[in-house]
C-alpha cells in the first residue's frame, strides 16, 4: 500500500529535522531509528537502501566497471537519495562481477567494500547510496587494472558521510560476502529477469514484475508518480 502524501511530507520533515545538527559522542555508533536503514537481502546478496514500508522498490543490478551503470549514478544519484531519505524509495543493489579479468579483481574488490558498507547496521540508505555514487564518480575503467585501493575507497566512503567504523572497517580491507557466491546469484537473478539481455545497469521493478526502460529521462519521475 503506498503512503499518503501527508505522510511523505511528515517523512521529509522529519528528514530535515534530523539532518538540522549532530554532535559527536564516545561509543560505537548507530544508525538514528528516523533516518532510511542500510540492510542485507534475505538471500544476503544484495543491499538494501530504505524502509520497508517504502510505497515504491526496486533492484539495481549493476557492475563496478561498467561505464554505463558510472553514467545511472551520474543522473539519478541524487533523486535516489532524496527518495530513499524521505521514505519513498527503497533500493536493493546486486552487484555483479563479469568484467572482472580473474577472480578477486576490481569489481570484486568494490562489491565486498559495498557490503563492508552495510555490515553492523550503523550507516543509513542515505549514506549508502551517496557512497555509491562516490565510487562510480571515481570510476576506474582501464581494462585490467586492479581499480582502487582499501584506502582509496575508504575516502570515499568518508567523503560520503559514512559512520568511522564503517569507514575504518573498508580500509581494513576485510570479506564481507562470497563474492563468487554473489554474483552467481545474482547474474540467475538478472538471467530470470531477462535472458535475452543480461547487461548492467538494470533496474527492475519487482512489485510489478518489470524491468524499466532507464534510457527514457524520466523513468523515475513516472515510476515515482504511480
Request: aromatic share 8%; charged share 25%.
Amino acid at each position: 500500500m503506498r503512503r499518503s502524501r501527508a505522510a511523505l511530507l511528515l517523512a521529509i520533515a522529519l528528514v530535515l529535522a534530523v539532518a538540522g545538527c549532530t554532535t559527536k559522542v564516545a561509543g560505537t555508533a548507530t544508525r538514528d531509528p528516523a533516518q532510511p536503514p542500510l540492510t542485507l537481502s534475505k538471500d544476503g546478496y544484495g543491499i538494501v537502501a530504505g524502509f520497508d514500508d517504502a510505497p515504491t522498490r526496486i533492484e539495481i543490478f549493476t557492475e563496478p566497471q561498467c561505464g554505463h551503470c558510472a553514467d545511472l549514478q551520474k543522473d539519478f544519484a541524487d533523486q535516489f537519495a532524496y527518495y530513499i531519505g524521505v521514505g519513498a524509495l527503497k533500493i536493493t543493489y546486486r552487484p555483479l562481477t563479469f568484467l572482472d579479468d580473474a577472480p578477486g579483481g576490481y569489481s570484486a574488490h568494490v562489491s565486498n567494500a559495498l557490503f563492508l558498507a552495510a555490515d553492523g547496521g550503523a550507516a543509513t540508505g542515505t549514506q549508502f547510496q551517496r557512497f555509491v555514487k562516490e565510487l562510480y564518480a571515481h570510476q576506474q575503467r582501464t581494462k585490467g587494472g586492479a581499480g582502487p585501493s582499501d584506502d582509496e575507497i575508504a575516502e570515499m566512503a568518508k567523503t560520503a558521510g559514512m559512520p568511522d567504523e564503517i569507514v575504518d572497517r573498508i580500509a581494513d580491507g576485510g570479506s564481507a560476502v562470497d563474492v563468487a557466491d554473489m554474483d552467481t546469484n545474482n547474474f540467475e537473478y538478472l538471467y530470470e529477469i531477462d535472458n535475452l539481455t543480461t547487461g548492467t545497469p538494470t533496474v527492475y521493478d519487482p512489485e510489478n514484475d518489470e524491468k524499466l526502460d532507464i534510457y527514457d529521462n524520466n523513468w523515475l519521475t513516472k515510476l515515482m508518480q504511480t
